[in-house]
Structures are given as structure tokens and as C-alpha cells.
Nanobody, 119 residues
Framework: QVQLVESGGGLVQAGGSLRLSCAVT????????MGWYRQAPGKQRELVAT???????NYADSVKGRFTISRDNEKNTVYLQMNSLKPEDTAVYYC?????????????WGKGTLVTVSS
């Protein structure tokens, strides 16, 4: 069974930094695209950043220059380094990945980790 296990959320003051991690575990052949999404209270889930297996990155305009997504393919882990955090970054952050499992590619979500930025 494939699971996405997130860690690294918490409470931080505005201007501070946090690093999120998400490890893909279980019976997998390969992890393709990985990414982070977030959902603030009363709002829809939105893309934060994505990174394909072959490199390259994509960011939401609201986080460009402040957040950095990276991955370790050997560990099947994706990271999100968040700097210069703002109160509007407060949200539940979800990891997402397209995973090769026996016979098919499936999309998986983590359970989410809460990031709270105080002003």
C-alpha cells in the first residue's frame, strides 16, 4: 500500500522559515511528478509547487522567490523549503505524487500538515 507521509509543519512567526518533507512509501516502481498544494480555511485547494522526476520546477506566483521545491529520487522524498513566510501562507499543506505501482500509474495525496504563520 502506497502512502505519502508528510512532516515539518508547525507555527512560525512572519518572516520565518519552515521545511516540509514528504516521503512516498510502499510497493512502488517509480515516483513521477511530485508536488505541494495547500488549502486555507474557507478556500479551495491550490497548487504551491511541482517538480517532475526529470527536473524542472513550477511555482504559484504567490510563492515565487520565497519557496523552493526539491526532491531526492533515491529516497522518494519531496521537500518544500519555505522562507519569508507570511500570514497568508497559513494553510494545510498537502503532498501529491504520481506513482508507478504494479500495472499502472496512480495519483496519491498525503493527509496534510498544518502551517500557521503568525503576524
Amino acid at each position: 500500500q502506497v502512502q505519502l507521509v508528510e512532516s515539518g509543519g508547525g507555527l512560525v512567526q512572519a518572516g520565518g522559515s519552515l521545511r516540509l518533507s514528504c516521503a512516498v512509501t510502499g510497493s512502488i516502481f517509480r515516483v513521477n511528478d511530485m508536488g505541494w498544494y495547500r488549502q486555507a480555511p474557507g478556500k479551495q485547494r491550490e497548487l504551491v509547487a511541482t517538480i517532475p522526476s526529470g527536473g524542472g520546477t513550477n511555482y504559484a506566483d504567490s510563492v515565487k522567490g520565497r519557496f523552493t521545491i526539491s526532491r531526492d529520487n533515491e529516497k522518494n522524498t519531496v521537500y518544500l523549503q519555505m522562507n519569508s513566510l507570511k500570514p497568508e501562507d497559513t494553510a494545510v499543506y498537502y503532498c501529491n505524487a504520481n506513482v508507478w505501482v504494479p500495472g499502472q500509474v496512480k495519483n496519491y495525496w498525503g493527509k496534510g500538515t498544518l502551517v500557521t504563520v503568525s503576524s
